[in-house]
């Protein structure tokens, strides 16, 4: 499938199925290297990261435990705004290992917040996973270890990541088509 349409726009193939393997394998190499001894907890951040996540930890051949979270955002009260919660975390944080798996790192606002919240737990390292990464847009410092795919500051959609909800099953990875989608005033 080289073209989808989702809520009436058109996207085309932008990273093939073949090329993401290639790259998740990459990271997955790196990081049993790296973390041999460490019996990493790998965190993988709901909805997005579901496919990468599962792809990674197929390749991932050293000692390690795997769970989900979710960042949920929440009102509080009007003199504090907007909270988020870390949500799902069953495992004992405190001294270990952590692997944040994330789909994409954008502005690197959510998994800052990510990261403040496991080190307020106590983690003993923390190290990010990330399918996608968009330096053009990044406002933070923190490093990210482990990149799959550096990508341009486009929407994507597909491998887990979505379009208003939609697009997540998608094995490829798509960008808007912008021949297809003219505006007529
Ligand atoms: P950040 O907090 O700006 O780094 O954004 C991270 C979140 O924004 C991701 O977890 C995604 O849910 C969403 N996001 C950022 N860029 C894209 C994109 O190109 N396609 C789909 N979702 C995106
Ligand atoms: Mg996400």
Do not use: C, W
């Not at 509080?76 to 705004?81: C, H, M, N, R």
Request: hydrophobic share 45%.
């Amino acid at each position: 499938m080289s073209k989808v349409v989702i809520h009436g726009r058109t996207f085309k193939v932008k990273i093939t199925d073949t090329e993401i393997q290639k790259a998740v394998a990459d990271v997955a190499k790196q990081i049993n290297t790296d973390l041999k001894d460490k019996k990493p907890l790998f965190l993988a951040v709901l909805n997005g990261s579901f496919m990468f996540a599962s792809d990674l930890m197929k390749k991932v051949n050293i000692e390690s435990e795997i769970s989900f979270m979710k960042l949920a955002s929440y009102d509080g009260t009007s003199s504090t705004g907007k909270i988020k919660q870390l949500i799902g975390i069953n495992e004992e944080i405190k001294g270990r290992t952590i692997v944040i798996i994330e789909d994409i790192v954008d502005t690197g606002t959510t998994i800052e917040e990510i990261l403040d919240q496991l080190k307020e737990l106590g983690a003993a390292e923390i190290k990010i996973a990330t399918l996608l990464f968009k330096p053009k847009a990044y406002t933070k410092t923190f490093p990210i270890e482990y990149v799959a795919i550096v990508v341009p500051n486009d929407f994507l959609v597909g491998y887990g990541l979505d379009y208003n909800g939609y697009g997540r099953n998608l094995a490829d990875i798509y960008v808007l088509d912008n021949t297809i989608d003219v505006i007529v005033n």
